[in-house]
């Protein structure tokens, strides 16, 4: 049992060693918002084309990414595959904490009754804001 305990400790230890070796971090923030931020929805035909390609690859799971552009930083937060058209994307919140940006969307189903596209489609949003150079919460 004292053997056991002790290999624990020392994988725990190393696990730990190996995190803070590599950078990785948890970020944590409150949610207390420190201020609104202005930002632009981005259409398709208004992306660069390096994301544009990114979300090509990532649209038909459900993702969550950002992209980097000068002083420019774009939040994507895509829902996978729907199996219909008729979804729309809803932003609930977008504002600064003291330490990150939370960025919060809901996906919203096509109405009772809408007349939807048969066909698959992939529902993401983009927006476009001036770099805050914070970590990006996703809610």
Same mark, same amino acid.
């Given at each position: 049992?004292? +053997?056991?305990?002790?290999?624990?400790?020392?994988?725990?230890? *190393? *696990?730990?060693?190996?995190? /803070?070796?590599? #950078?990785?971090?948890?970020?944590?923030?409150? /949610? %207390?918002?420190?201020?609104?931020?202005? @930002?632009?929805?981005?259409? $398709?035909?208004?992306?660069?084309?390096?994301? *544009? =390609?990114?979300? $090509?690859?990532?649209? *038909? =799971?459900?993702?969550?990414?950002?992209?980097?552009?000068?002083?420019?930083? @774009?939040?994507?937060? #895509?829902?996978?595959? +729907?199996?219909? #058209? /008729?979804?729309?994307?809803?932003?609930?919140?977008? @504002?600064? %904490?003291?330490?990150?940006?939370?960025?919060?969307?809901?996906?919203?189903?096509?109405?009772?009754?809408?007349?939807?596209? +048969?066909?698959?489609?992939?529902?993401?949003?983009?927006?476009?804001?001036?770099? +805050?150079?914070?970590?990006?919460?996703?809610?």
């Amino acid at each position: 049992m004292f +053997q056991l305990k002790k290999v624990s400790i020392s994988v725990l230890t *190393a *696990a730990l060693l190996l995190c /803070g070796l590599s #950078g990785c971090s948890i970020e944590e923030s409150n /949610g %207390t918002k420190v201020s609104d931020l202005d @930002y632009t929805v981005v259409e $398709e035909a208004d992306l660069p084309e390096e994301l *544009a =390609a990114i979300i $090509e690859e990532k649209k *038909a =799971a459900d993702f969550k990414t950002t992209y980097e552009l000068e002083d420019e930083i @774009y939040i994507v937060r #895509g829902y996978g595959e +729907q199996d219909t #058209g /008729g979804y729309s994307i809803s932003i609930r919140d977008l @504002y600064l %904490t003291t330490n990150a940006v939370l960025f919060d969307t809901e996906l919203i189903g096509p109405r009772k009754g809408e007349t939807t596209s +048969q066909s698959p489609s992939y529902p993401y949003i983009v927006v476009k804001l001036k770099n +805050q150079d914070k970590s990006i919460i996703f809610e």
